[in-house]
């Protein structure tokens, strides 16, 4: 397949990147740009679902162009797109209404009906409880939108509109990829459908919903109109292609039952990876969605600021502290020698690092806390503990784990994004799960599960897994952890998971 390339495209909340990568997994060209993003009144977020088209076709244009490669050397493209926010289309695909965003929290009565009404049968049929995702969005455009409402077809997410503009679908062909549909409220994760039950009971018409196929069915061919926007040549390929969050799995090579999944951005992501679909009924904090290998699932949580705690820290406590007001990333190696020199366990010091409020379970009235503190405690004692509360919300999504499928066998934790560089919390995170930590080499990862999306819809690629396996090499050795320090902090993990019941309460009291 010499000179056959692959082209992945997210379609993130705030930027989109594209990816040309050779058939041999190397990178070619990649490029982002920055999405629009529109907040009309307070708890209104919004975006035009044209921009994620014209930002996808600038960057793919712009990494053909850079390349210099022939586009007839392209042989197929997939995107992958955020999952939780919905958009709507009329039956010529065009959009009935802006993208209602994943972030925009106007569904929230919406979201307490379900949760009240039905809530224990969406968690077990889709895998996720009710949140701010698909099924109360849909709702609410039904409720207080009845005009734009009855002008939609079908309601797509992101890359469904793009790639569905791309190969000039009408509504009918309208299509969802299987790992979104935990976001819906509205499917059967294990039959891979929409939920009749689930539709009937909440008054949702299924004929509004896409179809439901594999990441990699393809779902048509590049137009020559569309060819001209993304100076591709007429015909590629387009597959179905996935959610962020499962091309980022693909991409780190998370196809192995027992591996766990960091994503230490801005966001803190855990995600487990099982042979298993054990919906978390009890506590309502993971939520379990489809991998893009079948038969595999990936139970997830996230915290939604907890890597943006170390930059709010750096910020407002060290540089302010020092003096001086700059972002340089090498100040953070500067607190991570200075978190060094606390002792395991903060002396008692524990941090919540939930300041915009508790994402999994869902308990948005909680903030930020921190709890313990004395006159001995300085400034290494409050950032170790900032790193070891995330460690220790890992171990109360690892626990709750272990009791939905208590003969997962645990391998490794495969660390991706910014934190991933600091060595120091990825031994904490290691000593506190009791679960070896290892980076990879590759430094972008949902553009590639994309692009392998496409090429196994290419024919390219027959076994995904093993693929992706192969292709995510680990930099270095792992970061084993140290059984007395784990055993150490068992004790903290407890007394951790007692504090946020504490503070879940007094929250909730504050907010009435």
Known sequence: MANKYLIGVDLGTSATKAALYHVDGSLAAEISTDVPIYYPEPGVVEQE??????????????????????PKEVVAIAFDSQMAGVGAIDENYESVSR?????????????KYLEENYGEMITNLTGCPPTCDHGPKILWWKTERPDEYARTAKFVMPGGYVAGKMAGLNADQAFIDYTYIHFSALSNAVEGTWSKEICDAVGVDMGRLPHIVEPWHIVGEVTEEAAKDFGLSPGTLIAAGCGDTAAGALGAGIVQPGMIFDTAGTASVFAGCTDQYAPDIKNRALLTMRSVIPGLWHPLAYIAGGGQALTWFRDQFYNVYRGETQEDQDLYAQLEELAQKAPLGSSDLYFSPHLTGRICPATPEMRGAWVGFSFSHS??????????????????????????????????????????QSNLWNQIKADVLGVPFVRLTRLEFGTWGAAMIAGKAAGIYDDLAQVAY????????????????????KIHVNHYI???????????????
């Open 49 to 70: 679902n044209e921009d994620f088209y014209r930002t996808a076709a600038q960057c793919v244009k712009t990494c053909l162009v850079q390349s210099g490669i022939d």
């Open 99 to 111: 993208f209602d965003s994943w972030l925009d929290m106007r569904c929230e009565p919406q979201i």
């Open 379 to 420: 400034q290494e004692h409050f950032y170790r503990a900032v790193l070891e509360s995330v460690a220790y919300e890992y171990a109360y999504y690892l626990n709750i784990l272990k009791e939905l499928i208590p003969k997962l066998n645990l391998t490794e934790a495969r660390v991706i994004g910014g934190g991933a």
């Open 470 to 489: 192969e292709h995510a090499t680990l930099d270095g050795k792992p970061v084993k952890p140290d059984k007395d320090n784990h055993d150490r902090y």
């Open 498 to 512: 007692k504090l946020q019941e504490t503070l879940a309460t007094t929250f909730r009291n504050f907010s009435r």
